[in-house]
């Protein structure tokens, strides 16, 4: 099994994934890259420190699937 | 290892958070313990099993977890030298959790007809682990707090400031440094996000100059940073008889 490396950006701040994991399927990869992506823009939007998570999921260097979370308030008391 | 040994951490622990006296102790080191060595990742009690006998950590590490039917793992726990983790099984009788070894561990195991004795015999000893289990239970109260309330970079700094906390008061702290042997999966489990979450926390506590931690070692790069993120109050842990 190849390994996979989970490349996250919170607005424009990326932070690496340079050792990567090895996973039994390509299902548990997508799983693991959905519930992080949802469980890293919890802690982002709450705390106001972004307000777009991206997980670029490589299977060593190549792209393999890429999850983008984005908050969207509209505040309708805004003129 | 020594019957003196074994109960050393315990007794030191005991000393400073309980005020146990010298005559209590000298119960306590005369015990009858089976010494057992342990190797990492390895059941020492588990889930739904009859428990006969309390296990003493006299050396390494182990942590208490339950696993959801869908296989999920929640680390309730972290215990070290000097803890008795599963000291409630001697009134509730089958195990409603795991109790595994996270590193090579020193086990000494004291029968629950042992304890129930020594608690007839001393029952300024019976208080004194009375209190130990329901600091165990504070420590869940925390836990829970924790993992309920606070984002995962806090969350991952109050778990080391307590463990560290507690490795102190056995002498296991060497400065800016201590022992938290968990892998990123591990620390995932234990804070509830995923291991690639637990990974990119540890990372952004390093690139902001926080903490270092590596190799199930946490070295800390700003001590005042470290306690302001981690929102930690020691009350809890009631390290001293008078707390």
Sequence with gaps: MPKFHFHIQENGRLIRDDEGQEFAGTDEVRKEAVATGASIARDAFISGS??????????????????????DVEDSTES | MSAETISAALVRRLRTSAGISDEDIETIRALPITVKEYAADRAVVRDGQRATECCL???????????????????????????????????????????????????????????????????????????????????FREWIVNVGQRPAPARLAHVMVELRERLKAVGRVERNSFEMPLTQEQVGEALGITAVHANRVIKQLRQDGIVEFHRGRVTVLDESKFEELADFDNRYLHQSPAL
Excluded at chain 1, 51 to 71: G, N, Q, Y
Excluded at chain 2, 64 to 92: C, N, V, W, Y
Excluded at chain 2, 104 to 131: D, K, M, S, Y
């Design chain 1, 50 to 71: 972004a307000c777009r998570v991206i997980v670029d999921v490589r299977e060593e260097e190549a792209p393999f699937l890429k999850v983008s979370i984005t908050l």
């Design chain 2, 57 to 139: 950590i006299a050396e390494g590490f182990c942590a208490r977890s339950k696993t959801t039917s869908e296989g999920k793992r929640q680390i309730l726990s972290i215990h070290i030298a000097g803890e008795i983790p599963d000291l409630m099984s001697l009134f509730l009788h089958v195990m409603d959790h795991d109790l595994s070894t996270l590193t090579p561990c020193t086990l000494g195991f004291i029968a629950h007809e042992t304890l129930q004795q020594l608690h007839r015999r001393r029952p300024n000893v019976a208080e004194i682990f009375w209190r130990d289990t329901l600091i165990d239970a504070a420590m």
